[in-house]
């Protein structure tokens, strides 16, 4: 093929990249810094047996959502792969995205309803931040991203998606580290030590939390915390998690499930308050990743099911008790499940402190929910669902059918896992409302969607919700 390849994409990647179909070529082109439907030049890359890959150079007649991408390291680091669009340009696409996800299984009639920007802009917005240690060609250690279809290692000195609290913090760890002379852990040789770092801050309250991935527990770790707890005074907490496996996972589970973590120094939880509701939030919990974006979604969640005190709500997939605590706010009678003990543990402790009346079970969904319905079907309870990347396991449709809902509201973050999910609530006789969108993940082309499913013969509460204790505020 020529180097320089004139195109026009006509269909979106689910990694950003705008797709072009080249005549008389196989492979699909897949362009970065495209955009689809604008005409331009494309510098041709590596070409694969079943994809193309090519640079966008310049356009014919711009597309007028195209901006110079702010960041020195948008191609290198690739994290942020609709740094080329502004706002619009990104809602345009995240839309096309669920379009497509939703056509593919059929559901062509299900419409795409509000859009919600996020609250904190395309800057700052990010309160977690995920960091790896390789060596640099120099020899010296390299603390940042990953690199774009790569497992290198990209520092990100100034990332400007990052709250400002993390990106002070990376900087004092990124320094250390590299003062210290701590070598990256290679797991296949055992050598070295450091691996990865995730840094989460608080959005209420500035705390931030570090947890060092390494392959060995070492002193050097301990005087690397103590450094940085006296560098950072917004470091509520360190903590240490092993993980010497082979393969990219940063974090590793043991056979409960659980991640597990030692502490270096200060806290093991921060604190972060959406709504009215504080959290309590450990090292390796789940906890949405745009705080701002996150309380519009609870909101919005809340809005559409509007649980009250005569209502039943269970909170599948709930971790730390997200959407729970938001309908116990509202005096339902709340039920959360979720599989890691850890962020049971957080929401206990979160209801206690807000003074809110809420259970919490620890086990996975399919096994939980049978026992729940037994109690809870007669009530016709109001659900949510916010299950992982990979949406419901197979037969939780069904199990979420046997608690008779009346209403159940559907969070996702994988559009493709929930068109699929959808297709089979809505062979057992469900409404799909339209689907609202959620910048949860700006500059990315991942949305955050909000759906609400209502059975055709949507049953009404036969009983008032089981009898609890009723804790005062
Ligand atoms: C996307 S997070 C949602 C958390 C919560 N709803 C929120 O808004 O913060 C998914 C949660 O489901 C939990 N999880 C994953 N698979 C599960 C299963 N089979 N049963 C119970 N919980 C599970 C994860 O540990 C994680 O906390």
């Not at 340009?89 to 995240?94: F, S, T």
């Not at 206990?348 to 026992?371: C, I, M």
């Not at 955050?448 to 804790?471: C, G, N």
Request: hydrophobic share 40%; net charge neutral; charged share 25%.
């Amino acid at each position: 093929m020529p180097k320089l390849r004139d195109v026009t994409p006509t269909r979106w990647s689910p990694r950003g990249e705008a797709i072009a179909d080249i005549p008389g070529e196989r492979q699909p082109l897949l362009v970065w810094q495209g955009i689809v439907g604008e005409a331009g030049d494309v510098e041709l890359g590596y070409v694969g047996k079943h994809q193309a890959f090519g640079h966008w150079v310049h356009s014919r007649g711009a597309d007028p959502h195209r901006v110079h991408p702010p960041c020195p390291r948008y191609t290198k680091c690739g994290g942020c792969a609709w740094m080329h669009l502004d706002d619009g340009g990104q809602e345009a696409g995240r839309r096309w995205l669920v379009r497509q996800a939703l056509d593919e299984q059929g559901l062509a009639d299900v419409e795409l309803g509000q859009w919600t920007p996020s609250p904190d802009g395309l800057a700052g917005f990010r309160h977690v931040v995920k960091v790896g240690f390789d060596i640099s060609p120099k020899g010296t250690l390299r603390m940042g991203a990953w690199g774009r279809r790569t497992r290198e290692v990209v520092p990100i000195p100034k990332c400007d998606v990052a709250a400002p609290v993390l990106q002070k913090v990376m900087a004092s760890l990124a320094h250390h580290a590299i003062g210290m002379r701590f070598r990256p852990y290679d797991p296949h040789t055992d050598q070295g030590t450091l691996r990865a770092a995730v840094l989460r801050a608080s959005r209420s309250t500035g705390q931030v939390i570090v947890t060092l991935v390494a392959g060995r527990r070492t002193r050097a770790l301990q005087e690397l915390a103590e450094i940085l707890g006296q560098q950072c005074p917004e470091i509520a907490g360190i903590w240490l998690h092993l993980n010497a496996d082979e393969g990219n996972a940063i974090f590793g589970r043991d056979e409960e499930g659980e991640i597990r973590t030692m502490p270096l120094a200060g806290r093991d939880t921060i604190e972060e308050t959406l709504g009215e509701v504080t959290y309590q939030v450990g090292p390796g919990d789940f906890f949405q990743t745009n705080p701002g974006t996150a309380e519009a979604l609870y909101a919005r969640v809340m809005e559409l099911l509007a649980p009250g005190p005569d209502d039943a709500l269970v909170d599948l997939y709930c971790g730390v008790g997200g959407m729970a605590l938001q309908a116990a706010a509202r005096g339902a009678f709340v039920t959360g499940v979720e599989e890691i003990a850890g962020a049971v543990e957080r929401a206990r402790a979160a209801a206690h402190q807000n003074k809110l009346s809420a259970r919490f079970t620890v086990g996975r969904v399919a096994d939980v929910v049978p026992q729940l319905a037994e109690n809870l079907a007669a009530s016709a309870p109001l659900v949510t669902v916010n299950p992982a990347r990979r949406g419901l396991e197979e037969g939780v449709v069904d199990h979420i059918l046997a608690l008779r809902p009346r209403r159940i509201a559907y969070v996702s973050c994988n559009a493709k896992a929930l068109a699929r999910d959808l297709v089979l609530f809505r062979e057992r006789g469900f409404r799909i409302g339209a689907i609202d969108l959620f910048d949860m993940f700006p500059n990315t082309p991942h949305v955050e969607t909000l759906t609400v499913l209502e059975p055709a013969d949507a049953p009404t509460s036969t009983r008032r919700p089981p009898r609890r204790k009723v804790v005062r505020r």
